[in-house]
């Protein structure tokens, strides 16, 4: 809404007199924005509804909304992916390129001159890359006060617009799959019987709400020592990389930061499969939404770690090797964490010694904290396509602005589901659940 808004104001900084002037321009967000309100309402008021009547329009409204979410999606990564390409435009000599925008490009200069003539991608490295000019640009959005505001705070608020589209067309597919599903006799008995029980609990005891913190602390305490860190580790790599002569070593520092974190992590997904295991699995619990948004959006993260590994490796030196290393630990620790989370939400606790343990909480809860930090590594440093210059220098401008842009939303989304996974695994699977349900 924010994000629709803002781009609702640049209209009105536009000269009346010129080509710019289009009212297409300020109906499109504010068509965008009641569209996004009227579809919050509608899926907090129907997440759960039951079609039995008028099927067809039924499903085809919904699969319209599905279209609808999908090309939100896609107009935005568009505009945003050509307004990143567009910050690297020097008006002076009229091209686009990185030189005037790259603090690393001395430091990293070396890669396409320095490396042996014997070295496989020697020839590979030498080609020019990008666009080529000169170019005559006429921009009619982001300028004056509206416009530079929305150029400053879309690296924050375009991933939110992928992520709610994202997360409303998986809603609604799984709303269209369950249209005319009749319950069988004895679902809908069972049903009966725990809501009445719900509803005798809830006469009981109206306000009582409970959260058992116990075996948690140790992972928490953790988590947080290593959140800090990394926040720590950014602010250097902003500092840094704003100086030529230290650019290099912010690249080093951060990656070191993130290699560490994804080893932490990764040797706790694994410690946590083990110990999870002695909980009781429930193969019948329907988590279809969350397993969809989940494993969908580890895509992005598949996407961004497989190009990188690429680049790196056609392009491997002392200080790119670190790079290459990192990359395949992401794409590791992602897979370990899906396939405990997986796991882990269909697990819940059997005997009142599982209860009193609580086998594997303190890694749930130390993934959940570790999670929100790599999210921050994600949203502020690697959501920018300048802040990664080997791989920049290999893909060519245009191709790694498009390839961050695709990618990185779904990866930021990744770190923000698996949070509220954990968080859910944290609240459900240590305790016991009632015969009834």
Not at 203 to 224: E, M, N, Q, T
Request: with cysteine; net charge positive.
């Amino acid at each position: 809404m924010i994000y629709s808004g803002l781009e609702f104001g640049q209209y009105w900084e536009l000269e009346r007199n010129t080509n710019c002037h289009n009212v297409l321009l300020a109906l499109t967000p504010a068509t965008r924005m009641a569209f996004i309100f009227i579809q919050m309402y509608f899926i907090f008021l129907n997440n759960e509804m039951k079609v039995y009547k008028h099927k067809i329009a039924a499903r085809f409204g919904l699969m319209h909304m599905v279209g609808t979410n999908l090309s939100v999606w896609l107009n935005v990564l568009v505009q945003e992916t050509k307004h990143e390409i567009l910050t690297f435009y020097d008006p002076e000599n009229q091209t686009i390129g990185i030189s005037h925008r790259l603090a690393f490009q001395k430091a990293f200069a070396s890669l396409s001159t320095e490396v042996p003539a014997l070295h496989p991608a020697a020839a590979h490295l030498r080609v020019p890359r990008g666009l080529k000019g000169p170019h005559n640009i006429f921009e009619c959005r982001r300028t004056n006060i509206m416009g530079s505001l929305v150029q400053d705070a879309s690296p924050f608020l375009f991933p939110c617009t992928i992520e709610y589209s994202l997360i409303c067309a998986a809603i609604l597919y799984v709303m269209w799959k369950n249209i005319s599903k009749y319950p069988s006799k004895d679902v809908a008995a069972a049903i009966a019987k725990a809501r009445l029980l719900e509803g005798l609990a809830y006469k009981k005891s109206p306000h009582l709400y409970s959260v058992d913190c116990a075996r948690a602390h140790k992972g928490l305490f953790f988590g947080i020592l290593v959140l800090v860190l990394t926040i720590i580790s950014l602010i250097l790599f902003f500092v840094l990389v704003s100086r030529k002569e230290y650019a290099s070593l912010a690249v080093i520092e951060v990656n070191v930061c993130e290699l560490a974190l994804y080893a932490m992590t990764t040797l706790a997904s694994l410690a946590g499969m083990v110990c999870v295991r002695k909980l009781k699995y429930d193969g019948n619990r329907n988590l279809e939404l969350d397993n969809i948004l989940l494993v969908g959006a580890q895509t992005g993260m598949f996407i961004y770690g497989t190009f990188t590994i690429i680049g790196g490796h056609f392009t491997i030196e002392k200080n790119t090797i670190l790079i290459l290393v990192t990359a395949l630990c992401s794409l590791i620790q992602t897979t370990c964490q899906t396939m405990f989370i997986l796991d882990a939400s269909r697990r819940s606790a059997k005997t009142p010694e599982q209860l009193r343990k609580k086998p594997g909480r303190e890694i749930v809860t130390f993934l959940l904290v570790t999670n929100l930090a790599m999210w921050a590594i994600n949203t502020l440093e690697k959501s920018r396509a300048e802040s990664h210059p080997v791989q920049l220098h290999f893909y060519g401008l245009w191709a790694w602005t498009i390839i961050t842009h695709v990618s990185m939303p779904l990866a930021i989304f990744y770190r923000f589901h698996s949070t509220v996974c954990l968080c859910e695994i944290w609240k459900r699977a240590y305790k016991m659940k009632p015969a009834y349900m």
